[in-house]
């Protein structure tokens, strides 16, 4: 178990489809990611005003410009940004929470938000619906890890994901229910929100959740706000049912950058075969070295030697 989170931790994700975790980034590592998204995303700031589109109380809507500042990893140049959501404490976040050795990273991706760029006020909901062809499993560790990593501050002013526990959900409706037209999903708003909790928290905080947990992004509304975070789901290596970004169709992406950083165990979360495995030949290893110059392949050719 990593020292950055408790096994009561694990047991509130399995129970409560999602759990704050604060402080789980050192303050060095807050300040190198957001040094990126700043590469990334300019440092712009926020508006004085918030944009409100949907009248208090009706649980808000989905809007394109809520996911204006989205993008997947990698980014040219910004090394922190690119590896941490392959941090290895979280890979041990996901393995326990999963319940499994190997698990793979489906979607890693940065999103900046700003006071005034949108009404980022929306319903609850549960979002497998954009993660699998099918339904979430009643085993939660069937499903996945999506971990919401938060690079600033998250006052409530700031746009902190509200959620609402499993527990306190499943009374009122199964996940199913997200699928329900505008009346639906109105009456559901208006059923979860008396129960709803926030995520608010410092810079470093993550909080891990399910795809079956009822959340909602609320809107920015201090003055001047941003909101920087790191989406990065995990689900068991192997799982079919579950994908979102396929990271072959972004090859123009700097991944050389990427693998020149990367351990073996953080790429084997993007599907790279291991040392020892037995994909690696000396045919193999020389492709992979044309394809990554800067990619130190010692321990897979120490292994392959090793096995020869
Ligand atoms: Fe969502």
Redesign the pocket.
């Known amino acids: 178990m990593s020292p950055r989170f408790t096994p009561e931790q694990i047991d509130a994700w399995r129970r409560d489809g999602g759990v704050l975790v604060e402080a789980f980034f050192t303050p060095e590592e807050v300040a190198a990611v957001q040094a990126d998204f700043g590469r990334v995303f300019g440092d712009a700031a926020g508006a004085d005003q918030p944009l409100v589109k949907t009248a208090d109380g009706q649980g808000g809507a989905f809007h394109a410009a809520q996911f204006r500042n989205l993008d997947s990893i990698p980014f040219d140049g910004c090394h922190a940004l690119n590896l941490i959501g392959l941090h290895p404490a979280l890979i041990a976040f996901a393995r326990a929470a999963l319940g499994v050795e190997e698990v793979y990273l489906y979607q890693c991706q940065a999103w900046a938000k700003y006071t005034g760029a949108a009404d980022y006020d ?1 319903p609850f ?1 549960c ?1 497998y619906l954009n993660h699998t062809l099918v339904a979430p499993s009643e085993d939660t560790t069937r499903n996945t890890c999506t971990v919401m990593c938060y690079f600033s501050d998250v006052t409530e002013g700031h746009g902190p994901m509200h959620y609402v526990p499993r527990p306190l959900s499943e009374p009122i409706a199964p996940p199913e229910a997200t699928i329900g037209g505008p009346p639906e999903v109105a009456e559901l708003h208006r059923r979860l929100a008396p129960h709803a909790r926030s995520t608010a928290g410092p810079a470093g905080s993550i909080f891990p959740y399910s795809i079956d947990l009822y ?3 609320t809107n920015l509304t201090a003055p001047g706000g941003v909101r920087y975070a790191v989406t990065a789901c995990f689900k068991r290596a192997g799982d079919d049912s579950i994908a979102f970004t396929a990271w072959p169709f972004h090859h123009m992406k700097p991944w050389g950058q990427l693998f020149a950083r990367a351990t073996a165990d953080q790429l084997a979360c993007l599907g790279v075969p291991r040392p020892g495995d037995p994909f690696w030949t000396e045919t193999t290893l020389a492709r992979a070295q044309r394809r990554y110059p800067d990619w130190d392949l010692a321990p897979y050719r120490a292994a392959l030697l090793a096995s020869a």
Do not use: F, L, M
Request: hydrophobic share 0%; aromatic share 0%; proline share 0%.
């Open positions: 929306q909901h979002d959340h909602r992004g």
